[in-house]
C-alpha cells in the first residue's frame, strides 16, 4: 500500500519495494520501511501482473493529463489520498465471496503464492528471493511443510545420475567397453 509511480519500472517489469503504510489502532496511517533490508528489493512481475499496472498507469494518466508524471501512490483514493487498511480488506473479502473464495486476509495471498511457486516445483531459494525473507531458513520454516515433493525429486535426480555414470564409467568407476 505504500508503493509510488516511480518504484514501478514497468518496462523491466519489476518493482521496488521501499516503503510501506502501517494503521496503527486502524486510525492514523504512518509511512514505514519494510522490516528488513531484504524486504526493501525488487520484486519481478508476471507479463499479467505489469499489464494490470499498466491499465492503472493509464487510467491514473487519463485522470492527470497526458503530460503528467506520475509520483503518487499506486493504490490511493481518487484524490490520491491512501487507502484504509480495513478498505482492502473489506473490498478484498467481499470479491472472494462473490466468486466463490474462503474468506482470507490480505498477508493470505502472500502465502498463497508462496505455496504455489512451492508446489509448482519452484526452488525454495528462488521462492525466498520472491518474497524477499531475510534468509532461506525463514522460507523453510514456513513452507517447509510443502517440500516433500521436493525431496523425492531431488533423490530421484540422484539416482538418475548415478545410474548413468553406472552405465557410462561401470560401477566400479571404470569406463565400460564398447
Not at 50 to 67: K, N
Not at 79 to 104: K, N
Not at 127 to 143: D, Q
Request: proline share 8%; with cysteine; net charge positive.
Amino acid at each position: 500500500m505504500g508503493l509510488h509511480w516511480p518504484e514501478v519500472p514497468l518496462q523491466e517489469k519489476v518493482l521496488l519495494v521501499r516503503w510501506n503504510l502501517t494503521a496503527v489502532d486502524n486510525n492514523r496511517l504512518f509511512p514505514g520501511h519494510p522490516k528488513t533490508r531484504a524486504g526493501r528489493n525488487r520484486v519481478s512481475l508476471s507479463p499479467r501482473v505489469a499489464q494490470a499496472l499498466g491499465r492503472r498507469a493509464e487510467a491514473a494518466r487519463a485522470a492527470l493529463g497526458p503530460q503528467a508524471l506520475l509520483e503518487g501512490l499506486v493504490f490511493c483514493r481518487p484524490d490520491g489520498s491512501p487507502l484504509r487498511p480495513q478498505q482492502v480488506l473489506v473490498a478484498l473479502r467481499r470479491r472472494a465471496a462473490e466468486i466463490g473464495l474462503p474468506r482470507i486476509g490480505v498477508h493470505d495471498l502472500r502465502h498463497t503464492a508462496a505455496t504455489i511457486m512451492i508446489s509448482s516445483g519452484v526452488p525454495p531459494a528462488v521462492v525466498s528471493k520472491t518474497l524477499r525473507h531475510s534468509t532461506l531458513s525463514t522460507t523453510v520454516n514456513l513452507y517447509g511443510h510443502l517440500l516433500p515433493h521436493a525431496a523425492r525429486d531431488a533423490v530421484r535426480a540422484l539416482g538418475r545420475a548415478l545410474e548413468r555414470a553406472d552405465r557410462d564409467h561401470g560401477p566400479t568407476g571404470t569406463a565400460q567397453a564398447a
